[in-house]
């Protein structure tokens, strides 16, 4: 086989579709738009969500609640998780990133209960609830919250 010899497969390519070229063509005259209506016409587009002048469902329905724009979005890491790090390493957000523990080395991470650890670490996050404090700490570590930017 040669590159000049590689052909494609059976109907994978197509034509394109010729529009308004002819009653032969099977797309002449109306060209594949129907007849008549704002859709039939150039530039005749219609906004997402409009319903032709009825209250659209988007303001039809209530509205409740709201997004608070300067909300904390947590990674959550599980003590348990930490049994995969070394002994005695120090470990942050971008070393939890490396280990595939988080999502991104940018975020907060918070440190939850779930799980038991046995080795000894030096762990910094932005915050970890009163039970995962203390339970690492009884395994012997050292754990410093620094606050989320």
Do not use: C, S
């Given at each position: 086989m040669k590159l000049n010899n590689i052909q494609s497969a059976d109907g994978s390519r197509k034509d394109r579709?010729?529009?308004?070229?002819?009653?032969?063509?099977?797309?002449?005259?109306?060209?594949?738009?129907?007849?008549?209506?704002q859709k039939s016409r150039s530039?005749?587009?219609?906004?997402?969500?409009?319903?032709?002048?009825?209250?659209?469902?988007?303001?039809r329905v209530p509205k409740r609640g709201f997004t608070p724009v300067s909300r904390n979005e947590f990674q959550i890491v599980n003590i348990g998780q930490l049994e995969k790090l070394k002994a005695g390493s120090k470990v942050d957000a971008a070393m939890l990133f490396e280990a595939g523990l988080v999502r991104n080395a940018v975020d907060p991470v918070k440190l939850l209960a779930r799980g038991e650890l046995s080795k000894k670490l030096s762990l910094t996050v932005a915050a970890a609830s009163a039970s995962a404090k203390a339970k690492f700490e009884s395994a012997g570590g050292t754990l410093t919250v620094a606050e989320a930017k």
């Open positions: 579709k010729r529009l308004g070229a002819g009653i032969g063509t099977g797309h002449g005259k109306t060209g594949g738009r129907g007849h008549k209506g530039g005749g587009k219609v906004m997402r969500g409009f319903e032709g002048g009825q209250m659209p469902l988007i303001r």
